[in-house]
């Protein structure tokens, strides 16, 4: 009887979310109604934030607590309440919850797209650049056969795709970049988790593994960052990829030689001089705002700005946990599932009932997983390790999450991926990693 009432009672807790988002639906869809939402709402881009946090943290929790990462939740959560779930149950209230109005899924945007900056200057703080430097012989080497074979891959996959799929014809060229890109990269953070949670870190075979994605991590976003002013300019000549690459060389040299003393002075000085609460904190916002701010000036992504700047903070030696436990707690709390909720909400899981597009997404699939695992086992043992180290560490480096889902975010918001290209990587990227072989890894 009691455990009953327990049950009972944990259903209802459970419950409250859900009858949130029905009255946040019947709510946003009386007041289209009325005509009062013809222009972009407050209320509405509130109710839209809650709901993700809340769908997002309790997905979050679900996937925690069944071996898998949390933003694993926070994207299925999106898909659930978007066109692919809700929207085919409850049309009307999914279009009055999210509707399409330019004006107000801007506001919702605008966090996601700053969420970004704040999960690359996290992903930053996260990089050792230590550990990948003492391993660096072997990292590099599993990391760029890791990286060079399934963006071959997904390169040729992207030129042998069907017009039709492709979002413009004339910029297939740059399309096969963003889909090589998508394909070859891990994502740190799920790889040095994993590691972590297998007790595997102690091990010369688990360093390996998180310092090859800590290479891939920074290779990828520079790749990132070239290929998105090589989609700006619309085409690609020498010209403008000549001037990506000087300006993202320079970017990195001034980064970590005057750059690194800046940011350690800075943080340095706020220190020291302020007395009001959380001075390091906004410090640290205005670095990665100002180095985000100067690669949008060179003409590449702000990405990389974010993710350097990350870096070079992590590095500071007067940064303390508390600090970076503030700026994780804001991130983990309100950014990643608003950012990752939103991501799914623009997948559209329907376009697989078109089997040219389904075929599409298993070619992604097999293409993503085989790729990287050969790539990153050959590696291995290029650098002498036996049989098993090899397998863990392809299995490990097939790591990817929320990498390639920023990757479709930026492919998706310059216009050379679109909605169902766009859905098929999200797909591709939920898949392989929920499907990694987690317990291999550590054996």
């Not at 949130?20 to 869809?29: Q, R």
């Not at 595997?200 to 090859?212: C, D, E, P, T, Y």
């Not at 940064?319 to 983990?332: A, H, M």
């Given at each position: 009887?009691?455990?009953?009432?327990?049950?009972?009672?944990?259903?209802?807790?459970l419950?409250?979310p859900?009858?949130?988002?029905?009255?946040?639906?019947?709510?946003?869809?009386?007041?289209?109604?009325?005509?009062?939402?013809?222009?972009?709402?407050?209320?509405?881009?509130?109710?839209q934030?809650?709901?993700?946090?809340?769908?997002?943290?309790?997905?979050?929790?679900?996937?925690?607590?069944?071996?898998?990462?949390?933003?694993?939740?926070?994207?299925?959560?999106?898909?659930?309440?978007?066109?692919?779930?809700?929207g085919?149950?409850?049309?009307?209230?999914?279009?009055?919850?999210?509707?399409?109005?330019?004006?107000?899924?801007?506001?919702?945007?605008?966090?996601?797209?700053?969420?970004?900056?704040?999960l690359?200057?996290l992903?930053?703080?996260?990089?050792?650049?230590?550990?990948?430097?003492r391993?660096?012989?072997a990292?590099?080497?599993v990391?760029?056969?890791?990286?060079?074979l399934?963006?071959?891959?997904?390169f040729?996959?992207g030129?042998?795709?069907?017009?039709?799929?492709?979002?413009d014809?004339?910029?297939?060229?740059?399309?096969?970049?963003?889909?090589?890109?998508a394909?070859?990269i891990?994502s740190?953070?799920?790889?040095?988790s994993?590691?972590?949670?297998?007790?595997?870190?102690r091990r010369?075979?688990?360093q390996?593994?998180?310092?090859s994605a800590?290479?891939?991590d920074?290779?990828?976003?520079?790749?990132?960052a070239?290929?998105?002013?090589?989609?700006?300019?619309?085409?690609?000549?020498l010209?403008?990829l000549?001037?990506?690459?000087i300006g993202?060389?320079?970017f990195?040299?001034?980064?970590?030689?005057?750059?690194?003393?800046?940011?350690?002075?800075?943080?340095?000085?706020?220190?020291?001089?302020?007395?009001?609460?959380?001075?390091?904190?906004?410090a640290?916002?205005?670095i990665?705002g100002?180095?985000?701010?100067?690669?949008?000036?060179?003409?590449?992504?702000?990405?990389?700005?974010?993710?350097?700047?990350?870096?070079?903070?992590?590095?500071?030696?007067?940064?303390t946990?508390?600090?970076?436990?503030?700026?994780?707690?804001?991130?983990?709390?309100?950014?990643?599932?608003v950012?990752?909720?939103?991501?799914g909400?623009?997948?559209?899981?329907?376009?697989l009932?078109?089997?040219?597009?389904?075929?599409?997404?298993?070619?992604?699939?097999?293409?993503?997983?085989?790729?990287?695992?050969?790539?990153?086992?050959?590696?291995?043992?290029?650098?002498?390790?036996?049989?098993?180290?090899?397998?863990?560490?392809g299995?490990?480096?097939n790591a990817?999450?929320?990498?390639?889902?920023?990757v479709?975010?930026?492919?998706?918001?310059?216009?050379v991926?679109?909605?169902?290209l766009?859905?098929?990587i999200?797909?591709?990227?939920?898949?392989t990693?929920m499907?990694m072989?987690?317990?291999s890894?550590?054996?």
């Amino acid at each position: 009887m009691t455990s009953g009432f327990m049950s009972f009672g944990k259903r209802s807790r459970l419950a409250w979310p859900l009858g949130l988002l029905c009255a946040a639906a019947y709510w946003s869809a009386a007041a289209a109604a009325d005509g009062k939402a013809a222009g972009p709402s407050e209320a509405l881009f509130l109710v839209q934030i809650i709901i993700l946090v809340i769908v997002g943290r309790l997905l979050g929790e679900a996937m925690v607590r069944s071996g898998q990462p949390s933003i694993m939740g926070q994207i299925i959560g999106g898909i659930l309440l978007g066109p692919s779930v809700f929207g085919l149950l409850a049309p009307g209230a999914q279009a009055a919850l999210f509707p399409d109005g330019d004006a107000q899924k801007a506001m919702a945007d605008a966090v996601a797209q700053l969420g970004i900056l704040f999960l690359l200057l996290l992903a930053g703080m996260e990089t050792d650049l230590g550990l990948a430097l003492r391993l660096r012989r072997a990292a590099a080497g599993v990391s760029l056969t890791g990286i060079i074979l399934p963006f071959a891959l997904g390169f040729a996959l992207g030129e042998l795709v069907p017009a039709a799929l492709l979002p413009d014809p004339d910029a297939r060229l740059v399309t096969s970049l963003f889909l090589g890109t998508a394909l070859s990269i891990s994502s740190v953070k799920i790889v040095a988790s994993v590691v972590r949670e297998m007790d595997f870190m102690r091990r010369n075979a688990g360093q390996l593994i998180v310092a090859s994605a800590i290479i891939d991590d920074t290779v990828g976003w520079v790749i990132i960052a070239v290929t998105f002013s090589l989609a700006q300019s619309g085409q690609v000549d020498l010209t403008t990829l000549a001037k990506s690459v000087i300006g993202t060389v320079a970017f990195m040299a001034l980064s970590f030689t005057v750059g690194r003393r800046i940011v350690f002075e800075v943080i340095r000085w706020t220190n020291d001089k302020f007395k009001s609460d959380l001075p390091v904190l906004s410090a640290i916002i205005a670095i990665m705002g100002a180095m985000a701010i100067i690669t949008n000036a060179i003409g590449v992504h702000t990405v990389l700005g974010a993710f350097v700047a990350g870096i070079l903070v992590g590095q500071s030696p007067i940064l303390t946990k508390q600090i970076e436990g503030q700026l994780r707690g804001l991130t983990t709390a309100l950014f990643m599932p608003v950012f990752f909720g939103l991501t799914g909400l623009s997948t559209d899981l329907s376009v697989l009932g078109n089997p040219s597009i389904a075929l599409l997404a298993v070619g992604l699939i097999v293409i993503a997983s085989v790729g990287k695992f050969a790539g990153a086992f050959a590696g291995a043992k290029f650098s002498g390790f036996n049989n098993a180290e090899a397998i863990a560490l392809g299995c490990g480096m097939n790591a990817r999450g929320s990498t390639e889902v920023i990757v479709a975010s930026i492919g998706l918001s310059v216009g050379v991926l679109d909605e169902r290209l766009f859905s098929v990587i999200v797909a591709m990227a939920v898949v392989t990693t929920m499907a990694m072989p987690r317990h291999s890894v550590g054996r």
